[in-house]
């Protein structure tokens, strides 16, 4: 992508509204743009990322046999009636009628909507054990939007629904989402330590929820150093002795009865990017989900409900990789891999260099973003750290007469000159 063709509307100015740097940053780098609290556009830089988050979401939901649909935003209130939920969910929720005068609703969550999917078409044991999931925008009318896409309004999330026979075979889907979500998280670069967690208005009796470090985190939490020291993309995690290790978030951290050790014991604030449960029949029950088991009997299916907060992770993301320059992606998540800068737009030789560059790294498909533009080097370096791609090539004048350019590591600073062909090599293998 040429940056002269391409729409980032970086601004100069730390937004006053924003108190948090990943709020400020993404406001700052262009990536969205606020409509109404907590309702954002998501402008291309910010999209890009989303849409790698996303991915990456998906391909370990996949992985762990979770099957991908796509549930509508809108809902009828009918559905929140059977389950006991549309009184009980209260303000939070955005309801609004049609032409006709039929209550409806944007979506909070979607167990209702999944329940009625799966009565409909299953009726034995023999479909078991199933696991859809979809990612969709959620609308939840927070009483503190806050803090950009962290706590927004609309926001956009992966939730995956469990239905399985019994609650040993619902427990074990429960283990495979829990695994699952580390390795996702992993494979952002974050670690995110699972906490045994209160449910909430959802309900049930097994719930964690993930949380990652980062200083503005909401909640106190205190955990095992262990969770430092585990290898998450390991294949053979052990989910009982994950599950048995330590961690807590404030309100259920005693410290007089912590068994870890104080020399063991990390404390932090954690931000939630996911949300696992299970809740049993709690919603298969009431709204007549049923299959024929092996017996020939009719029994309730046991279900769970596994959340991960797609956009919150957008900002998560940035909390946890920034420094005093602007956000450092994670190349997993990059929106570009390799920033390119040429110093003198005006300059033909540059300009011959940096143009055949980037063609060439096009073709062997790096992302790469191409500041092409006649701006001041200042404000192209300043613009690059800002938006933080993992690797910046600049094409100077005295590189393009010798057939060198200059790689810099955003994370690292480390700059080194290499030839053109050297670069390409690294990048375009
Ligand atoms: P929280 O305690 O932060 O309000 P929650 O318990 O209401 O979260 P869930 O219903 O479990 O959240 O939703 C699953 C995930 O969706 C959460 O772990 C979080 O990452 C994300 N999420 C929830 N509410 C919001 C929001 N208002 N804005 C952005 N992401 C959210
Ligand atoms: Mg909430």
Known sequence: MRLSRYFLPVLKEVPAEAEIVSHQLMLRAGMIQQLQAGIYNWLPLGWNVLQKVEQIVREEQNRAGAI???????????????????????????????????????????????????????????????NLYHIQWKFRDEVRPRFGVMRGREFLMKDAYSFDLDIEAGAAAFDRMFVAYLKTFKRMGLTAIPMRAESGPIGGNMSYEFQILAQTGESAVYFDQAFEEIDFSADDLDVAHLKQLYAAADELHDPANCPVPPERLRSGRGIEVGHIFFFGTKYSAPMGATVLGPDGKEVPVEMGSYGIGVSRLVGALIEANHDEKGIVWPESVAPFRVGLINLRADDELCRGVADDLYAKLEAAKVEVLYDDREERAGAKFATMDLIGLPWQVTVGPRGAKAGTVELKSRRTGAVEELSVDALLARFAA
């Open 68 to 130: 991908e649909i796509l549930m509508p935003t809108i809902q009828p209130a009918s559905l929140w009636r059977e389950s006991g939920r549309y009184d009980a969910y209260g303000k939070e929720m955005l309801r609004i009628k049609d032409r006709g005068e039929r209550e409806m609703l944007f979506g909070p969550t979607n167990e209702e909507n999944v329940t009625d999917i799966f009565r409909k078409h299953v009726r034995s044991y023999r479909q078991l054990p199933l």
